[in-house]
Structures are given as structure tokens and as C-alpha cells.
């Protein structure tokens, strides 16, 4: 089936430092979404983008969060600076028309 | 608004014997109804989805019935297995939601020998 790649698999940076995550969606997909998910919790929704632009953010897309896809590559996840709580595993998922998902294997981010 | 009610956090339960996991939500349209399961240190996958035509979806041996008098989504299989231990989220999908799929807090599903 369709399949969503994430890089890297994993990720470990010192607090404070600048991290992006990138999605590689679905090749024809125009819907794309970041979730954020702490180690034992519930997968929590950070933000999703059409056209170009965040459609809708949750309370846990912090201002040190930001977004893109330029020029229809990488879909990105970029945190600067870095906070310890930021530590989790961050899922990208991609959707053709706005409804069923399909989601990446995740980046591991681990903030020291 | 939209959003979706999961009332379990953790489900155990002995192999062989039936699964239900509550699923209730709240819509302004006509939504579309998902579960996904995400098995430990994997990606959450599409395990079902709810038909316009109302048919009852099935895969994998789970099925759910849509059924809008109660708002209601539950996940249904008849006979556990072991290698149904995972955590299990209900999402629902609406017009006007911004293209969002709005996700339940997720069920722990333990299936013990």
C-alpha cells in the first residue's frame, strides 16, 4: 500500500539545539499531518498542512515549532531551540483527500 | 464540535473470548469513522472504516457497526488472539473539520494466554 518514510528513525541533540524532522508523504497526497507521542501515552495531534499552509494547530504546537514543504519536497518538522520535553516519537501522516491517514514509522527524538 | 470519546484506557482480557471496544463521538455532519491499531513501537495503521452505504466494514476479524442513533462506533471481534495486543484508537473524520482526523485517547488492548 501506500507508504509514508520518515528520516531519521532516530534522532538525539542537546537541548537548546535546532532539529528537523522530515516526511517523505505519499507522492500524491495533499494533506499532511504531524503527531506527537510521548514514550507509554496517546498519540496527540501537533499540527496539518494543505497548500502550503498550517490549516490548524493544537495547543502543543509551540511557537519553536514551525512547518514546510518547499517546492513539494520533504514535508518538515523544524523545533528551534529544543526543549527536554520535546523528547518523543513524531509521526508524519499524509492523506489524499483529507480523510483516511497514512502514517510514517516515526523519528524518535530524544533531547538530552 | 467534533470529537471522540474512547471510556476505556485499558482492556485485558483472556484469549479466545470476545472484544469490544467502546468508540462514541460527537459530529456537526455526517462523519467518517476509523479505527487504527498501533502495535508496540510501530506506526499507527487503518485497521477499519465506516461505509457511506452503511455495509459493516470487517478486516482481520474485527468488525464495527455504525450506528448514528447513538453515535456510536464499537470495535468488535469475536475470539481474541495474542497477537491482538495493541492500542487501539477510534478517529472520526467530518466536513468542515479542516481536513483533520480528530483521534480518541486510544484503548490498551492486552491479550493474555
Known amino acids: 500500500g501506500p507508504k509514508v518514510l520518515q528520516i531519521p528513525s532516530h534522532q538525539i541533540i542537546d537541548m537548546g539545539q535546532m532539529v528537523t524532522l522530515n516526511c517523505d508523504p505519499v507522492s500524491n497526497h495533499l494533506y499532511f499531518y504531524w503527531y506527537k507521542q510521548i514514550l507509554g501515552q496517546q498519540m496527540e495531534f501537533l499540527v496539518n498542512f494543505y497548500n502550503g499552509k498550517v490549516m490548524e494547530k493544537s495547543k502543543l504546537f509551540k511557537d519553536q515549532f514551525s512547518v514546510e514543504r518547499p517546492d513539494g519536497s520533504y514535508f518538515t518538522l523544524k523545533i528551534q531551540p529544543t526543549a527536554l520535553e520535546d523528547s518523543a516519537v513524531y509521526f508524519c501522516a499524509s492523506s489524499l483527500l483529507g480523510a483516511e491517514q497514512f502514517f510514517g514509522p516515526g523519528t524518535r527524538l530524544t533531547v538530552l | 464540535g467534533d470529537s471522540v470519546t474512547q471510556t476505556e484506557g485499558l482492556v485485558t482480557l483472556t484469549e479466545g473470548l470476545p472484544v469490544m471496544l467502546n468508540c462514541t463521538y460527537q459530529?456537526?455532519?455526517?462523519?467518517?469513522l476509523f479505527w487504527y491499531v498501533q502495535h508496540l513501537n510501530e506506526a499507527p495503521k487503518l485497521l477499519l472504516k465506516?461505509?457511506?452505504?452503511?455495509k459493516r466494514p470487517e478486516h482481520q476479524g474485527f468488525h464495527a457497526t455504525l450506528h448514528k442513533s447513538s453515535s456510536s462506533f464499537h470495535l468488535q471481534k469475536s475470539s481474541a488472539q495474542l497477537s491482538d495486543s495493541a492500542l487501539y484508537y477510534c478517529?472520526?473524520?467530518?466536513?468542515?473539520?479542516?481536513?483533520?482526523?480528530?483521534f480518541g485517547d486510544g484503548t490498551q488492548l492486552v491479550v493474555k494466554p
Open positions: 478517529a472520526l473524520s467530518d466536513i468542515g473539520s479542516n481536513n483533520r482526523i480528530f
Open positions: 459530529s456537526t455532519y455526517s462523519p467518517f
Open positions: 465506516s461505509f457511506t452505504d452503511n
